[in-house]
């Protein structure tokens, strides 16, 4: 079997691997967080001819916000 990792390898190592796994998941989950505006545009794009009462699966009502409340007459 191969040297164990110790002292400061140990340290590279694992910092070679948080860092390489952050760099994996950042144009996943942190870019479209800081940036919505370029995601928002794209699906407007893409999205343009598409009625979404069309092709809501099972004759089911299209999602609406459960608690928009409507308002009380005063």
Do not use: C
């Amino acid at each position: 079997m191969g040297r164990k990792l110790t002292g400061w390898r140990y340290g590279a190592f694992i910092g070679a691997l948080v860092g390489t796994i952050g760099l994996a998941a950042y144009p996943v989950t942190v870019h479209p967080m800081l940036y919505p505006e370029e995601y928002k545009k794209i699906q407007a794009i893409t999205r343009k001819n598409i009625r979404q009462e069309d092709v809501q699966p099972g004759n089911m009502k299209v999602w609406s916000d459960p608690f928009d409340r409507k308002k009380e007459k005063e």
